[in-house]
């Protein structure tokens, strides 16, 4: 790994290399922000795109994208959707470009925490009863953090702030229907995004209040505030690929991920590199599959100064601007990479399992062998038509 002012302890083992170029991100460069106020990036297409998210889809030939399909999908994001638009008259997208405000008072009776390790798993049974699927925690690292958030009334960058002290980021996951995933792309597969995004709102604003009923402080987040994939790989929850994605051991890439900023006392995890980045060296699998080639098929690189990447870390970094022209033209989320990944795949299957040691292994070259073939898409009439 580079040695960096911006290097922190954990780095080597999440497989973080900052170099000295490192910039925190600004909100305003997110391809979804850009898309609003960048003559580049905005079209008629990517207006069509937002505005097929509120019924208003002409919906056209091919399986798929019925009335039915965006039906479905746009239904999906609805709870999300509610919490996001609750304070748009203050500029606030909550959950997407600002955080989620709170909707319970701190207790004014702090509980005692004596064991920070026992508190944590207390926090992870809790965040397992309310839904969620993965829970991890870690350290608050300001670098992932958002230089400036989006006032979406103009568009201007905002002040990103959190309430002093907060020192740990509880990381959930939350899986997406496999059946739909397989579908990819179709507006049909897109209601696998929004039934996540929709449960994850509830989830974190509920594992928040009960923090705040500790009496600790707890700021419910989602897409805002910070990075959650950098978060998710310091909380032991995955490893990054190439596919931009977070590849776990229970789920493969198939999630989404939130987060609660706390300054409870917890114990933190630590990241745990299974192997997934010697696998990904060796597949192209994504990048191949991608129809508009915005995946590298190189090693991993320090970005060469694309308005929508992060600055000064040696990743694999997509191509935003093609990826999202793509979701534009097809009125709906694309997430191909997902579907043929090696490790999109049934963990509870005793033979996926088996596949996935091999995978992390020196037998890696076997692995992906054996992958041949899979991650072809399903026609989205078989998910309509299979029983239930």
């Not at 989006?150 to 996951?173: C, E, F, H, K, Y």
């Not at 992060?310 to 191509?319: C, Y």
């Not at 990944?341 to 005793?350: G, I, K, L, M, Y």
């Not at 996926?352 to 899979?374: K, Q, T, V």
Request: hydrophobic residues 40%; positive net charge; aromatic residues 10%.
């Amino acid at each position: 790994m580079t040695a960096s002012r911006h290097s922190k302890p954990t780095d080597p083992a999440a497989g973080f290399d900052v170099t000295d170029e490192f910039e925190r991100f600004s909100q305003r460069n997110d391809i979804f922000s850009r898309a609003f106020w960048d003559v580049t990036v905005r079209t008629a297409q990517t207006d069509a795109f937002f505005a097929s998210y509120r019924m208003e889809a002409a919906p056209r030939r091919g399986e798929g994208f019925t009335q039915r399909d965006f039906a479905l999908r746009n239904a999906s994001w609805l709870m999300s959707d509610i919490i996001t638009d609750r304070h748009a008259a203050q500029g606030r997208r909550e959950g997407f470009q600002a955080a989620i405000s709170d909707d319970t008072p701190v207790a004014p009776r702090q509980i005692t925490v004596d064991d920070p390790a026992a508190m944590r798993a207390e926090i992870k049974r809790v965040a397992a009863f309310f839904g969620a699927d993965l829970c991890g925690v870690t350290q608050v690292d300001e670098r992932w953090h958002y230089a400036d958030r989006v006032d979406t009334r103009d568009l201007s960058a905002a002040p990103n702030d959190l309430p002093p002290g907060m020192t740990s980021v509880i990381v959930m996951g939350h899986e997406m229907d496999r059946g739909l995933v397989d579908t990819y792309p179709s507006a049909l597969a897109g209601a696998a995004t929004g039934r996540e995004y929709s449960h994850e709102a509830a989830v974190v604003m509920q594992l928040a209040a009960y923090i705040r009923n500790l009496g600790y402080r707890a700021t419910a987040s989602m897409n805002d505030t910070a990075l959650v994939i950098p978060y998710a790989v310091q909380a032991g929850l995955g490893e990054y690929a190439r596919n931009q994605l977070v590849i776990t051991p229970e789920f493969g890439p198939r999630l989404r991920f939130s987060k609660v900023f706390t300054d409870l006392p917890l114990a933190h995890d630590s990241p745990r590199p299974r192997g997934v980045r010697a696998f990904c060296d060796i597949c192209t699998k994504c990048a191949d599959a991608c129809p508009v080639k915005a995946l590298p098929h190189g090693p991993p690189a320090v970005s060469a100064g694309a308005p929508s990447a992060l600055k000064g870390v040696r990743k694999w970094t997509s191509d935003a601007q093609k990826c999202f022209g793509f979701w534009a033209k097809l009125s709906s989320d694309c997430a191909i990479c997902m579907r043929v990944c090696p490790f999109n795949r049934d963990f509870s299957r005793r033979i996926h399992r088996i596949w996935l040691r091999l995978a992390l292994s020196r037998f890696r070259w076997l692995a992906l062998h054996l992958d041949a073939g899979r991650g072809k898409r399903t026609k989205p009439g078989k998910w309509w038509a299979r029983r239930i």
